[in-house]
C-alpha cells in the first residue's frame, strides 16, 4: 500500500513537502515516482527515483523546483515543492515500479490515493 500525504493550499512562491509511505508488498527495492492529475487532464510525470543508484528524472517544468528523495530504510518517498505555481495545482499522486526505471505512468504497478495541491495566485 502507498500513502500520500502533505498536500494542501498554499500561496503562489510557497513551498510543500509530499510524503509518501510504502508499505506490504511495496519494498524499497523498487523504484517510485510522483504524478499528478488537474481537473479536464490526463495524469501526468512529475519526477521519478531509481531505488539502487537513487538517480532522478523529472519533467521540464518543475526542474530545478522540486527534488524528489526517498529514505530506503524507512519505505518513504518525499516530493519537496518549491516555488510552487498555480499551474502546479493538481491531484498528486505516488506510484511505484517493480521493474522499470520511467516517466510511463502506464508501467507503473501500485499507486496511492493521491493528495491535492492547490496553489492560489
Known amino acids: 500500500q502507498l500513502q500520500a500525504s502533505g498536500g494542501g493550499l498554499v500561496q503562489a512562491g510557497g513551498s510543500l513537502r509530499l510524503s509518501c509511505a510504502a508499505s506490504?508488498?511495496?519494498?524499497?527495492?523498487?523504484?517510485m515516482g510522483w504524478f499528478r492529475q488537474a481537473p479536464e487532464k490526463v495524469r501526468e510525470f512529475v519526477a521519478a527515483i531509481n531505488w539502487s543508484s537513487g538517480s532522478t528524472i523529472y519533467t521540464e517544468s518543475v526542474k530545478g523546483r522540486f527534488t524528489i528523495s526517498r529514505d530506503n530504510a524507512n519505505n518513504t518517498m518525499y516530493l519537496q515543492m518549491n516555488s510552487l505555481k498555480p499551474e502546479d495545482t493538481a491531484v498528486y499522486y505516488c506510484?511505484?515500479?517493480?521493474?522499470?526505471?520511467?516517466?510511463?505512468?502506464?508501467?507503473?504497478?501500485?499507486w496511492g490515493q493521491g493528495t491535492q495541491v492547490t496553489v492560489s495566485s
Open positions: 506490504g508488498r511495496t519494498s524499497s527495492r523498487y523504484h
Open positions: 506510484a511505484v515500479n517493480r521493474r522499470y526505471f520511467t516517466a510511463v505512468p502506464t508501467s507503473y504497478d501500485y
